[in-house]
């Protein structure tokens, strides 16, 4: 089940694209803005980066740090960083356990097949830890700046 507004930010660790281990809760204290995508380097996932990315000095002068979260290497979410020059913090979770965390790791369908994936997914967090806003099932254009406005807000 996804995370739903008034939930606390899961305890979970991470991977940077160093391969170097952090905790979401290392950004408690201020508003967080923490989405989930795919794949990198696919043409949704590179968008809404590179959508965040455009807005970073806007996010950075609210005081919220964006990270996405895919199931990715960490060294594949370097080369993807390096290539689009994404300013965003990608974080690798290979294991899952943020995706089962967030509850962002479901049953997909294309073309008649089923499988697992991530549900492209956003959340934006309080300063308090706490689940503000949550948008599922995302479509990527003008989202970035939907959470901004958002964010801004708090």
């Known amino acids: 089940m996804m995370l739903e507004v008034g939930d606390a930010i899961p305890a979970v660790t991470l991977k940077d694209m160093e391969g170097v281990d952090f905790a979401l809760d290392h950004y408690s204290g201020k508003p967080l803005v923490v989405y989930f995508y795919p794949k990198a380097d696919t043409p949704g996932c590179t968008n809404e980066a590179k959508d965040f990315t455009a807005l970073a000095d806007e996010y950075a002068a609210a005081g919220v740090p964006v990270i ?70 995302v479509k990527v254009k003008g989202h970035a700046a939907e959470v901004l406005e958002a964010a801004r807000a708090l």
């Open 68 to 137: 996405g979260i895919s199931k990715d290497k960490p060294a594949k979410l370097k080369k993807f960083s390096e290539k689009y020059g994404l300013s965003v913090i990608l974080a690798s979770d290979e294991p899952g356990d943020a995706c089962a965390a967030f509850g962002t790791w479901v049953e997909k369908s294309m073309y008649g097949r089923t499988y697992m994936g991530i549900e492209r997914a956003t959340f934006l967090f309080g300063a308090d830890g706490m689940v503000q806003r949550v948008w599922p099932k």
